[in-house]
Protein backbone atom coordinates (compact mmCIF):
# COMPACT_ATOMS: atom_id res chain seq x y z
CA UNK A 1 0.00 0.00 0.00
CA UNK A 2 1.16 3.66 -0.56
CA UNK A 3 2.62 5.53 1.90
CA UNK A 4 3.00 9.20 1.50
CA UNK A 5 5.30 11.32 4.30
CA UNK A 6 6.08 15.16 4.01
CA UNK A 7 8.99 16.13 6.12
CA UNK A 8 9.32 18.67 8.42
CA UNK A 9 6.03 18.69 9.39
CA UNK A 10 6.03 22.26 10.14
CA UNK A 11 8.66 25.01 9.12
CA UNK A 12 8.42 28.65 10.57
CA UNK A 13 10.89 31.25 8.20
CA UNK A 14 11.26 34.99 7.65
CA UNK A 15 9.59 36.68 4.60
CA UNK A 16 11.49 36.92 1.84
CA UNK A 17 13.17 33.40 1.82
CA UNK A 18 13.35 30.66 -0.53
CA UNK A 19 12.03 27.09 0.90
CA UNK A 20 11.49 23.38 -0.56
CA UNK A 21 8.96 21.26 1.06
CA UNK A 22 9.52 17.78 0.81
CA UNK A 23 6.68 14.66 -0.49
CA UNK A 24 8.15 11.12 -0.31
CA UNK A 25 6.48 7.75 -1.44
CA UNK A 26 6.85 3.97 -1.25
CA UNK A 27 5.59 3.19 -4.69
CA UNK A 28 7.27 4.36 -7.51
CA UNK A 29 3.96 3.32 -9.75
CA UNK A 30 2.58 6.39 -9.94
CA UNK A 31 0.06 7.87 -12.51
CA UNK A 32 0.76 11.52 -11.06
CA UNK A 33 1.62 13.89 -7.77
CA UNK A 34 -0.84 16.76 -7.00
CA UNK A 35 0.54 19.93 -4.63
CA UNK A 36 -2.35 21.30 -2.35
CA UNK A 37 -2.87 24.28 0.10
CA UNK A 38 -4.96 24.16 2.66
CA UNK A 39 -6.18 27.29 5.09
CA UNK A 40 -7.12 27.17 8.37
CA UNK A 41 -10.91 25.14 8.24
CA UNK A 42 -10.88 25.82 4.80
CA UNK A 43 -10.82 23.06 1.78
CA UNK A 44 -7.85 22.51 -0.54
CA UNK A 45 -6.98 24.44 -3.20
CA UNK A 46 -4.68 22.58 -5.90
CA UNK A 47 -1.82 24.66 -6.35
CA UNK A 48 0.23 21.72 -9.05
CA UNK A 49 -0.60 18.81 -10.67
CA UNK A 50 2.76 17.00 -12.09
CA UNK A 51 2.12 14.02 -15.11
CA UNK A 52 4.40 10.80 -14.14
CA UNK A 53 5.99 11.60 -17.44
CA UNK A 54 7.07 15.17 -16.53
CA UNK A 55 9.72 16.51 -14.48
CA UNK A 56 8.70 19.28 -13.45
CA UNK A 57 5.39 21.93 -13.10
CA UNK A 58 5.40 26.26 -12.40
CA UNK A 59 2.97 28.20 -11.34
CA UNK A 60 4.39 31.78 -10.37
CA UNK A 61 6.61 31.36 -7.43
CA UNK A 62 6.09 27.74 -6.93
CA UNK A 63 7.76 24.97 -8.64
CA UNK A 64 7.37 21.44 -8.01
CA UNK A 65 9.64 18.63 -9.40
CA UNK A 66 9.04 14.49 -9.32
CA UNK A 67 12.22 11.88 -9.52
CA UNK A 68 9.79 9.18 -9.59
CA UNK A 69 12.61 6.48 -9.50
CA UNK A 70 13.57 7.70 -6.27
CA UNK A 71 9.87 8.26 -4.76
CA UNK A 72 10.63 11.79 -4.48
CA UNK A 73 9.02 15.13 -5.21
CA UNK A 74 9.51 18.92 -3.73
CA UNK A 75 7.79 22.24 -3.83
CA UNK A 76 9.65 24.66 -4.37
CA UNK A 77 8.64 28.62 -3.06
CA UNK A 78 10.28 31.40 -4.48
CA UNK A 79 10.50 34.75 -2.17
CA UNK A 80 8.24 33.28 0.72
CA UNK A 81 5.50 35.90 1.50
CA UNK A 82 3.17 36.10 4.96
CA UNK A 83 0.23 35.21 2.16
CA UNK A 84 1.86 31.99 1.62
CA UNK A 85 1.20 30.62 5.16
CA UNK A 86 -0.90 27.46 5.29
CA UNK A 87 -0.63 23.65 5.61
CA UNK A 88 0.21 22.05 1.87
CA UNK A 89 -0.36 18.59 1.44
CA UNK A 90 0.87 16.73 -1.36
CA UNK A 91 -1.47 13.33 -3.18
CA UNK A 92 -0.16 10.72 -4.96
CA UNK A 93 -2.34 8.94 -7.62
CA UNK A 94 -1.45 5.32 -8.11
CA UNK A 95 -4.82 4.54 -10.10
CA UNK A 96 -6.99 1.59 -9.31
CA UNK A 97 -10.49 3.79 -8.01
CA UNK A 98 -10.92 4.09 -4.46
CA UNK A 99 -6.95 2.92 -3.76
CA UNK A 100 -5.55 4.99 -5.76
CA UNK A 101 -5.07 9.09 -3.79
CA UNK A 102 -2.85 8.88 -0.87
CA UNK A 103 -2.02 11.96 0.82
CA UNK A 104 0.64 12.90 3.18
CA UNK A 105 -0.43 14.77 6.44
CA UNK A 106 1.48 17.99 5.29
CA UNK A 107 3.70 20.79 6.02
CA UNK A 108 2.40 23.69 8.82
CA UNK A 109 4.20 26.63 7.12
CA UNK A 110 4.44 29.78 9.16
CA UNK A 111 6.16 32.79 6.81
CA UNK A 112 7.20 35.55 9.64
CA UNK A 113 6.50 39.27 8.68
CA UNK B 1 -12.75 27.41 -13.08
CA UNK B 2 -13.87 24.20 -11.53
CA UNK B 3 -16.23 24.95 -8.91
CA UNK B 4 -17.21 22.12 -5.93
CA UNK B 5 -19.86 23.54 -3.56
CA UNK B 6 -20.71 22.17 -0.48
CA UNK B 7 -24.31 22.38 1.18
CA UNK B 8 -23.28 23.80 4.36
CA UNK B 9 -20.13 24.54 6.10
CA UNK B 10 -20.87 24.18 9.31
CA UNK B 11 -23.27 21.91 10.87
CA UNK B 12 -24.29 20.71 14.37
CA UNK B 13 -26.51 17.54 14.97
CA UNK B 14 -27.61 15.01 17.87
CA UNK B 15 -26.92 11.58 18.85
CA UNK B 16 -28.31 9.58 16.23
CA UNK B 17 -29.81 11.88 13.76
CA UNK B 18 -29.82 11.00 9.84
CA UNK B 19 -27.22 13.97 8.20
CA UNK B 20 -26.99 14.21 4.65
CA UNK B 21 -23.94 15.90 3.40
CA UNK B 22 -24.40 16.98 -0.48
CA UNK B 23 -21.88 17.95 -3.05
CA UNK B 24 -22.38 19.41 -6.48
CA UNK B 25 -19.57 20.21 -9.12
CA UNK B 26 -19.70 22.00 -12.47
CA UNK B 27 -17.72 20.51 -14.64
CA UNK B 28 -18.88 17.15 -16.15
CA UNK B 29 -15.97 15.58 -13.95
CA UNK B 30 -16.29 11.41 -13.81
CA UNK B 31 -15.03 10.84 -10.27
CA UNK B 32 -15.87 12.17 -7.00
CA UNK B 33 -15.00 11.87 -3.79
CA UNK B 34 -15.84 12.22 0.23
CA UNK B 35 -13.25 12.27 2.56
CA UNK B 36 -12.97 13.44 6.64
CA UNK B 37 -10.01 14.70 7.89
CA UNK B 38 -9.18 14.75 11.46
CA UNK B 39 -5.97 16.24 13.40
CA UNK B 40 -3.02 13.82 13.29
CA UNK B 41 -4.54 11.26 11.03
CA UNK B 42 -4.84 13.75 7.76
CA UNK B 43 -7.24 13.20 5.16
CA UNK B 44 -8.86 9.43 4.94
CA UNK B 45 -11.47 8.27 2.30
CA UNK B 46 -14.64 7.56 2.91
CA UNK B 47 -16.50 6.64 -0.59
CA UNK B 48 -15.60 7.23 -4.16
CA UNK B 49 -17.52 7.05 -7.07
CA UNK B 50 -16.70 6.78 -10.61
CA UNK B 51 -20.16 7.08 -12.37
CA UNK B 52 -23.40 7.72 -11.70
CA UNK B 53 -25.28 4.95 -9.35
CA UNK B 54 -21.33 3.57 -9.14
CA UNK B 55 -19.49 3.92 -6.09
CA UNK B 56 -16.35 2.34 -4.18
CA UNK B 57 -15.77 1.53 -0.55
CA UNK B 58 -12.79 3.81 0.30
CA UNK B 59 -10.69 3.46 4.00
CA UNK B 60 -13.52 4.22 6.30
CA UNK B 61 -16.81 3.57 4.96
CA UNK B 62 -17.97 2.35 8.38
CA UNK B 63 -21.40 3.99 9.50
CA UNK B 64 -21.67 6.14 5.97
CA UNK B 65 -23.23 5.71 2.80
CA UNK B 66 -23.85 7.68 -0.66
CA UNK B 67 -25.56 8.36 -3.28
CA UNK B 68 -24.96 9.28 -6.87
CA UNK B 69 -28.04 9.56 -8.99
CA UNK B 70 -26.78 12.76 -11.00
CA UNK B 71 -23.47 12.85 -12.51
CA UNK B 72 -22.77 16.42 -10.62
CA UNK B 73 -24.21 15.27 -7.64
CA UNK B 74 -22.64 12.88 -4.72
CA UNK B 75 -24.34 12.64 -1.58
CA UNK B 76 -22.64 11.25 2.47
CA UNK B 77 -24.97 10.13 4.63
CA UNK B 78 -25.14 9.22 7.62
CA UNK B 79 -27.05 6.65 8.51
CA UNK B 80 -26.81 6.96 12.64
CA UNK B 81 -24.97 9.84 13.65
CA UNK B 82 -22.35 9.55 16.63
CA UNK B 83 -19.86 11.73 18.38
CA UNK B 84 -16.92 9.83 16.35
CA UNK B 85 -18.19 11.39 13.32
CA UNK B 86 -17.34 14.42 14.49
CA UNK B 87 -15.04 15.57 11.68
CA UNK B 88 -14.04 18.12 8.35
CA UNK B 89 -16.31 16.59 5.54
CA UNK B 90 -14.30 17.51 2.14
CA UNK B 91 -15.84 16.84 -1.28
CA UNK B 92 -13.77 16.80 -3.99
CA UNK B 93 -14.00 15.95 -7.96
CA UNK B 94 -11.86 14.89 -10.80
CA UNK B 95 -10.80 13.81 -13.90
CA UNK B 96 -7.31 13.75 -13.43
CA UNK B 97 -6.58 16.90 -11.41
CA UNK B 98 -8.70 16.75 -8.01
CA UNK B 99 -10.52 19.94 -7.28
CA UNK B 100 -12.02 20.27 -3.27
CA UNK B 101 -15.19 21.86 -2.28
CA UNK B 102 -14.50 24.09 0.99
CA UNK B 103 -15.55 21.57 3.42
CA UNK B 104 -18.14 20.91 6.27
CA UNK B 105 -17.49 21.27 9.91
CA UNK B 106 -19.66 18.81 11.51
CA UNK B 107 -20.20 18.45 15.34
CA UNK B 108 -22.10 15.50 16.53
CA UNK B 109 -23.74 16.04 20.49
Known amino acids: KQEVTQIPAALSVPEGENLVLNCSFTDSAIYNLQWFRQDPGKGLTSLLLIQSSQREQTSGRLNASLDKSSGRSTLYIAASQPGDSATYLCAVFSGGGADGLTFGKGTHLIIQP | DVKVTQSSRYLVKRTGEKVFLECVQDMDHENMFWYRQDPGLGLRLIYF???????EKGDIPEGYSVSREKKERFSLILESASTNQTSMYLCASSNNEQFFGPGTRLTVL
Open chain 2, 49 to 55: SYDVKMK
